[in-house]
């Protein structure tokens, strides 16, 4: 399937996958330098990596340090160019943040009136009935979750954008990814963790933060660097996440 990812060696050395296809949302959390940022490169590499820009387009809120995390991957043919305002299709600030979360709900509700018209209920219907007019899949990423909730003057909005969005997204293939270290439960509520079924904590200081992450509490002082605590639907286990190295983005990133 076009977006299945790694999430690493489970007990036993075995590989374990995941598919955010059918999650359809997916939310990381830890402390900072568990891991979190490495999980986010293998996620998308593993992306670009197996599809061409045809099936899988991706879209990036990266607020960190000006967008220096994610800027890597601003020239690829993958990246989103078409939204104003937002060069490359990595927002790097609050206010380009709410230009692209706008954009990914009205692409949302533009799919989902063509697939209505047509009686299709999903991407796939639609891609099997249109084989020549094909519509990729839809990635959006933001680093980090908590600056964009709590930002004083776009908070607000962009929290209900973001409601709107994992309401209607899934059949108009969609997929929201977000990490954060923050374990305010103002940050990561209830309504988040609900429509964020596929979720992955790194290592946290206390049993309260592994809890309101994967409702587990194994994720409490996980070393070393890379392990993780991996939920999604009933399935929990502990993981040691894959490491992807400087050099092997540049090279996928080339290629």
């Known amino acids: ?10 007990e036993g050395k075995r590989l374990r996958w995941a598919n955010l296809e059918e999650m359809p949302h997916f939310l990381g959390g830890g402390q900072t ?16 990596a197996r599809n061409t820009p045809d099936d899988v387009r991706l879209l990036f809120i990266d607020l960190k340090f000006n967008g220096i995390e994610l800027g890597r991957y601003r020239d690829i043919p993958h990246m989103i160019n078409a939204i104003k305002d937002v060069p490359g299709g990595i927002a790097k600030t609050p206010e380009e943040g709410i230009t692209v ?7 949302a509700k533009r799919r989902g009136k063509m697939f209505a018209k047509e009686d299709l209920q999903d991407l796939r219907k639609w891609n ?5 007019r094909k519509l990729p899949y839809l990635v959006l990423m933001v ?15 962009s929290y209900h954008l973001l409601q709107e969005i994992m309401a209607i997204s899934r059949a108009a293939g969609l997929h929201f990814v977000t990490f954060t270290q923050s374990s305010n439960r103002r940050v990561v509520d209830e309504f988040i963790k609900i429509n964020m079924p596929g979720r992955m904590c790194f290592s946290v200081p206390d049993a309260p ?10 994720a409490v002082g996980l070393m070393p660097a890379g392990r993780a605590v991996y939920r999604y639907g009933t399935d929990t286990y502990a993981v040691q996440t894959p490491l992807i190295e400087a050099s092997d983005i540049r090279e996928i990133v080339t290629n």
């Open 101 to 107: 979360l706008r954009w990914a709900l009205a692409e």
């Open 143 to 157: 680093d980090e979750l908590a600056q964009l909730r709590t930002d004083m003057t776009h908070g607000k909005e």
């Open 1 to 10: 399937p076009a977006l299945t990812f790694l999430t690493g060696y489970a």
């Open 209 to 218: 933060s592994s809890i309101l992450f994967v409702n587990d509490g194994r």
């Open 128 to 132: 099997r009935r249109h084989p020549n």
């Open 33 to 48: 330098l568990g891991g979190k940022s490495n999980m986010m490169h293998v996620m998308i590499c593993s992306f670009i």
